[in-house]
């Protein structure tokens, strides 16, 4: 098979140039990166079940009518995604204290929040992706004032209904990050659900134990990552068959 062009090398996939105008195949890498990438490491069969769980999450939000970049999944680490102008901005949605929020606050972990908190941060490694109102959104033109409406609807629905499955699996979902982009449909832009959604992007704790079933496992040294993704992979019925 003809290589494909590399249109974009990322810390955990690879973006190269689709067949068709206006699509990518999004490659999903076994690479683990942690703090900035300053903790890095290979994590066999981690691309192979963030591709299947990302499959999962972007096909179950578009049957809801949330839009997303989904297309369709195209073997076990690559799919086929719409083109998007990503929207700089990391949008993190928050059920529960933790990681940096825990920090930030003096909170302890795991302390349920009276209301769904979503918070933006800037896309920039070099800044090390810092937490930024939404005044400088608008106000640096990363996205309009009517966007960020829409992203914050957007992201709350994503929230309600990732929430939902994963209580159905005795999961809590505790926070998550997504991205989101532009595309155009016949001259009318609209947002749509980008990157991907997997336990690399969430934190998930088991409901009865606690347990953490999610990149923390890898950033805190907690065990073996494969087999916190296989159980997720699992209880929703979706484990790839040769991880
Ligand atoms: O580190 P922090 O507590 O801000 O992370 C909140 C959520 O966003 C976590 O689920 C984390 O995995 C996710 N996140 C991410 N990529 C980043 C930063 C955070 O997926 N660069």
């Not at 086929?80 to 949605?93: F, G, K, M, S, Y």
Request: net charge negative; charged share 30%.
């Amino acid at each position: 098979m003809a290589r494909r062009k590399k249109i974009y090398e990322g810390k955990a996939k690879v973006l190269y140039e689709g067949p068709e105008p206006g699509t990518f195949v999004q490659y999903f890498k076994d690479d683990a990166t942690a703090f900035n990438a300053e903790k890095k490491e290979v994590i066999e069969g981690k691309g192979v079940l963030n591709n299947r769980l990302s499959e999962f999450f972007m096909t179950g939000l578009g049957n809801l009518g949330v839009p997303t970049h989904f297309i369709k999944r195209l073997n076990m680490r690559e799919q086929l995604i719409r083109q998007a102008e990503i929207i700089p901005l990391e949008v993190i949605v928050r059920n529960f204290a933790a990681g940096t929020m825990a920090k930030r606050m003096g909170m302890e972990e795991g302390t349920a929040l009276p209301r769904p908190v979503v918070e933006f941060s800037y896309k920039d490694d070099s800044l090390g992706d810092p937490l930024v109102p939404e005044e400088y959104i608008i106000a640096f033109g990363w996205a309009s004032q009517q966007e960020m409406d829409d992203i914050v609807s957007l992201a709350l629905r994503v929230n309600d209904w990732m929430s939902g499955v994963m209580y159905g699996v005795g999961i809590k979902l505790v926070d998550f990050k997504i991205e989101i982009g532009r595309v155009w449909d016949n001259d009318f832009q609209r947002l749509i659900l980008a990157d991907e959604i997997s336990p690399d992007s969430c934190r998930l704790w088991d409901i009865e134990t606690g347990q953490k079933l999610d990149k923390d496992v890898f950033r805190r040294d907690l065990g073996n990552l494969t087999d916190a993704y296989t159980e997720v992979a699992k209880r929703l019925g979706v484990m790839p068959s040769n991880v």
